[in-house]
């Protein structure tokens, strides 16, 4: 078990020496079970975090704004941020190290480890509490969750309500850190592309009927990029309304702003943007959910995603996140990679 | 503000036959900022390209696009004329009318509107493109030459002639390659050594060539005109300067291994000499083969110990020597394909079944019977061999599907010299059919078979094997249909030829391709036959494909020739379309570094940086980059917009 102690001892450790500038975690949103990101900042707040299944937020992006932060400001405070990550957050700080957009001393990681559990899927905990409403959720022994409602306490099992990408993660542990709370414990992921598997066997106009369908649904509110700790570019391609303009911004350069997709929200500009963020991706995903999850119209993104993890597993033995030190997907070329889909 | 002019080639009737070019003029010179566009039968001659410069200086054009042929063909030719009417050569771009679009059409109202759109395209792009000056280069004026065959003594000669410094790199203690290894060659059956050790020697004795035994090249950096190379000498253990050649070591070393020279027909020392006349004259301890060498094992020593002049020293350590280069010739020659692959013939398990080269050894003065044809088993005469052409060549199913060119002829030389010290012998030939195309070569077969009487049979042989003393070899004569026995003395094989051990990683090391039998591939096969795909790097000889000396000396020459026009340059020009860093959407996320394949960039402060010379403008880095950071320059993905919409009517 992660000991919520442990970590609140460590984060006023961290805190207290001045090893890191601010610490990012987790605490409950009033009295209520949920839970959002909190800033601790004095050892005296690390009473506020918490460490229940419903901390399913990636804080990694975070980063990227310490960045901008930093870039912006003369003589800025150059101390690692403090971050609680789980597996899947873990490998997005790879992630960021292998595209040198970070630098390890950038970050003081604290991982807990999802043991035999994970995060919670809300739709499904509300569907399976049937219209009661929980108190608290929380983790429970040996892969269950335990819900409070109405005062009572109920077991769940946790492949009932556990976000999918949990169900198919593979690695609930994390694989970079300086602390590391609780056990490392391998849950088997039994297939890590079932969700896919369903859309693979749609024939091709039936796919794309599919995504005409949800992408006609999209506001363009940016929310799946602004969570994505991958969509770190000051300029996105896809944007057309703002890019960066510093002063070494040459008129030139100005001028030449090409204008890839228009503002409005209408299909084929919708589908422009997923289709670039999705292959942008390719090879950088590390499936933390979380553009699927706080996604208004609810576009299943994670599809799209997954199916580019798959690929490039498939085709190129290529496992995102693991290693900091191998070349990003797109960079590498190995004379013995596999040549056969090339028509 | 903008003024375009546009011109349309007829290239005859190869544009105008399906593409109406006085439409596309026309309709051309509607498009906004087109203040000049006209029509005419062959644009690159003479009066074509003045039509252009006229208009230039009388409509001062301020962008020329020419709607002709394929860029690769002409577009130096317009934008040297663009340049000579006084604008950047740069504001002239090509719209590919031709193979893009009237060679692969039939349909004349749909190819025109198509020739339109693609010039439309074209007149969007060059409006935006900038005026660039070329980038120049100051050329490394001395040549690296990789192999010490006959093609790189050559090529280094004619390159060190000329008044150039010539690094010559070569694997073996000695130069000289294969054809130190030759008895006689044909068609003219002069003495194989007698014509190459001259030429060995002027290469060591020149004062412009730097001779580099034992030594391979390590790594390659840089481009043409300036290439940086490091190579390996590996330790002789020997001082050339001191050795005296009087050969008292390799009386007392107690080790003896195959002789490769000998192609495994005799032993060597540990510590040899290649052959006599081997060029740097000196000694060489097999590190492998050595006792001494293993600081495991009780150091010997015993050659030391005899050599008065105190040339051994065992403490010779291997050498990285960096040089600067402008040129590179490759000249690695070829190896005998794998004989464990051809168990059918025995090969490995009878003595007597030998490949062409043992069979060379055999025949020569200089080999280990002193001249004379003996069987190894037994040292007796044989009284009928059978040589069998194509072995593993022209067998696409298990063996290499290419004719490896010069077995038919050292064959037939074979067969005749064997006759010549055998009189009573009999040779017999297998093959599938002769090819002797050459200056006297269908000549000197002829004569094989009518002086020397040689039994030619057609037909391929199954199998070879051992039966009282005998090899039996069976095989079908395609011609009558009828099985053949042969009871043979000895078979020799023409086995396939390959190139040489190691070219693969060669070829990554120098980032030159190899095409799918695994020799070195030429950029062109017809019009640049000894160049490789990378600027600045040459291919002579048989690492290019199975060659005969003279093929190979006459590839050396050509190459020499070409590395040369590099060299007598002082300066080289490149051009200027390269990629360029926005800065600011550049993250420094490296990926560009990584898929740069000409090593052109680098991350100086977190960000990438192009270095010009190096760049091709092949565009790989703006493809791979996420944000757009890196763009080539004239190419950018606002001029690739710009260029869609101007396509589509946008
Ligand atoms: C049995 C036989 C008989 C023949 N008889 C005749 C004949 O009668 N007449 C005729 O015209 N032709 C004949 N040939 C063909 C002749 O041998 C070749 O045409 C000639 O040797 C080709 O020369 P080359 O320099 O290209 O290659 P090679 O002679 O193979 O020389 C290549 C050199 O490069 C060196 N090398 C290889 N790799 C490296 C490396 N990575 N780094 C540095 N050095 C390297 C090798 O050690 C070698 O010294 C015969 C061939 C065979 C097999
Ligand atoms: S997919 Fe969802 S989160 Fe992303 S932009 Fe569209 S509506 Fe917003
Ligand atoms: S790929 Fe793009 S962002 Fe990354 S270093 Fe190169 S130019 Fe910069
Ligand atoms: S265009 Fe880019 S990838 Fe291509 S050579 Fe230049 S820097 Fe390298």
């Not at chain 2, 107690?254 to 020392?269: A, H, K, Q, S, Y």
């Not at chain 2, 019977?369 to 194509?390: A, M, N, Y």
């Not at chain 2, 094989?448 to 051992?466: I, N």
Request: glycine share 6%.
């Amino acid at each position: 078990m992660v000991s919520l102690d442990q970590l609140k001892e460590e984060v006023k450790k961290a805190l207290s020496s001045g090893k890191v500038k601010y610490f990012i975690g987790y605490e409950n949103i009033g009295s209520g079970w949920q839970v959002r990101p909190a800033f601790i900042r004095q050892p005296e707040d690390v009473d506020r975090l918490v460490w229940t299944p419903a901390c399913f937020h990636n804080l990694v992006r975070f980063l990227h704004d310490e960045k901008r932060r930093r870039a912006r400001e003369k003589n800025p405070d150059i101390r690692p941020v403090g971050l609680v990550v789980k597996g899947c957050d873990s490998r997005s700080i790879n992630v960021l190290l292998q595209e040198k957009y970070i630098e390890r001393n950038d970050v003081y990681i604290i991982g807990v480890s999802c043991e035999l559990t994970g995060v919670i899927n809300i739709t499904k905990l509300n569907q399976h509490l049937n219209g009661l409403k929980p108190q608290k959720v929380l983790f429970g022994s040996k892969g269950t969750f335990k819900v409070i409602v109405d005062d009572r306490e109920i077991e769940i099992e946790a492949p009932d309500i556990l976000a999918d990408r949990c169900l198919e993660c593979p690695a609930n542990f994390p694989v970079i850190a300086d602390v590391i709370l609780g056990e490392e414990i391998k849950r088997n992921p039994g297939n890590r592309y079932q969700s896919i598997s369903a859309y693979e066997k749609m024939a091709l106009d039936e796919r794309w009927s599919f995504w005409q369908q949800q992408f006609s649904r999209c506001l363009r509110c940016y929310a799946c990029r602004s969570v994505c700790p991958m969509c770190y570019c000051d300029e996105c391609v896809a944007d057309s309304i703002a890019y960066a303009v510093t002063a070494e911004t040459t008129a030139d350069e100005k001028a030449q702003k090409t204008r890839w997709v228009e503002r409005n929200p209408e299909l084929s500009e919708n589908i422009f943007y997923h289709l670039v963020r999705a292959i942008h991706l390719a090879g950088r995903c590390v499936d933390c959910g979380e553009c699927e999850r706080v996604c208004p119209v609810e576009i299943p993104l994670r599809l799209l995603n997954k199916k580019m993890e798959k690929e490039a597993k498939e085709l190129f033995g290529y496992e995102v996140g693991f290693d900091p030190a191998q070349p990003p997907l797109i960079a590498c070329f190995r004379d013995n990679d596999p040549q056969d889909f090339i028509r | 503000m903008k003024r375009t002019g546009v011109f349309v080639c007829h290239c005859g009737i190869n544009i105008a036959g399906t593409v109406d070019v006085k439409k596309v003029a026309a309709e051309l010179a509607k498009h906004p900022g087109v203040v000049h566009a006209e029509d005419y039968v062959y644009m690159c001659s003479d009066p074509g390209q003045n039509l252009i410069i006229q208009a230039i200086k009388e409509k001062k054009l301020d962008s020329v696009v020419v709607a002709c042929c394929s860029p690769t063909l002409h577009e130096t030719t317009f934008r040297n004329a663009t340049k000579k009417a006084g604008l950047n050569p740069y504001r002239c771009e090509i719209a590919n009318i031709r193979e893009q679009c009237s060679w692969v059409h039939r349909e004349k109202s749909k190819a025109t509107q198509k020739a339109i759109s693609i010039t439309r395209g074209v007149v969007e792009k060059v409006r935006r493109n900038e005026s660039l000056e070329d980038v120049s280069v100051p050329v490394t004026k001395r040549a690296l030459v990789i192999g010490g065959g006959i093609a790189g003594i050559q090529a280094s000669l004619d390159i060190a002639d000329a008044g150039y410094e010539v690094i010559l790199v070569e694997k073996s203690p000695s130069i000289g390659g294969h054809m130190s290894q030759l008895s006689e060659t044909f068609p003219t059956l002069d003495c194989s050594q007698c014509i190459l050790t001259p030429k060995m020697v002027e290469v060591s004795k020149h004062p412009r060539i730097k001779l580099m035994t034992y030594s391979e090249v390590q790594e390659v950096s840089g481009y043409v005109g300036n290439f940086k190379v490091k190579i390996l000498k590996k330790p002789t253990y020997v001082d050339p300067d001191k050795c005296t050649l009087c050969d008292e070591c390799t009386k007392v070393c107690p080790i003896v291994v195959p002789n490769e020279f000998d192609m495994g027909l005799t032993g060597r020392r540990a510590i040899y000499i290649p052959f006599p006349q081997a060029i740097p004259a000196s000694y060489t301890i097999d590190e492998k083969a050595c006792p001494g060498m293993f600081d495991t094992a009780i150091a010997c020593g015993k050659c030391a110990d005899v050599c008065k002049p105190g040339a051994i020293n065992f403490d010779m350590k291997p050498e990285i020597v960096e040089v600067d280069v402008g040129a590179i010739v490759v000249a690695t020659g070829y190896d005998l394909y794998d004989k464990s692959m051809m168990a059918e013939y025995g090969y490995g398990q009878y003595p007597d079944v030998l490949d062409g080269l043992q069979f060379e050894r055999l025949l020569s003065a200089s080999g280990p019977t002193g001249g004379r044809i003996l069987r190894p088993s037994d040292k007796k005469e044989p009284k009928e061999v059978v040589f069998i052409q194509c072995v593993g060549s022209r067998d696409p199913e298990l063996h290499w599907p290419y004719c490896s060119k010069i077995c038919c002829m050292y064959t037939a030389k074979h067969a005749m010299l064997y006759k010549h010290h055998v009189h009573d012998g009999q040779a017999y030939v297998f093959y599938i059919d002769i090819r002797s195309g050459g200056k006297n070569y269908e000549e000197f077969v002829h004569r094989a078979v009518e002086e020397d009487g040689v039994l030619y049979l057609r037909g391929k042989v199954s199998r070879v094997f051992e039966d009282n003393g005998k090899l039996i070899v069976w095989g079908v004569d395609t011609l009558t249909g009828k099985q053949i026995e042969i009871a043979a003395d000895m078979v020799v094989l023409a086995m396939a030829i390959r190139p040489s051990k190691g070219m693969d990683e060669l070829a990554k090391k120098l980032k030159i391709a190899l095409d799918k039998d695994g020799f070195l591939a030429e950029a062109h096969p017809k019009l640049r036959p000894v160049e490789s795909m990378t600027s600045g790097i040459f291919l002579a000889g048989a690492a290019q494909a199975p060659k005969d000396i003279p093929e190979a000396v006459g590839q050396a020459s050509g190459a020499a020739a070409k590395a040369m026009a590099i060299l007598s340059r002082d300066r080289l020009f490149h051009s200027p379309t390269v990629a360029r860093v926005i800065r600011n959407l550049c993250t420094g996320c490296g990926m560009c570094v990584s898929v740069c394949p000409f090593e052109a960039i680098s991350l100086k402060e977190g960000k990438a940086e192009v270095n010009e010379i190096l760049c091709e403008g092949c565009g790989t880095c703006s493809a791979s980059c996420l944000r757009n950071a890196i763009q080539v320059k004239n190419l950018t993905p606002h001029h690739i917009q710009e260029m869609i919409k101007a396509c589509l009517g946008g």
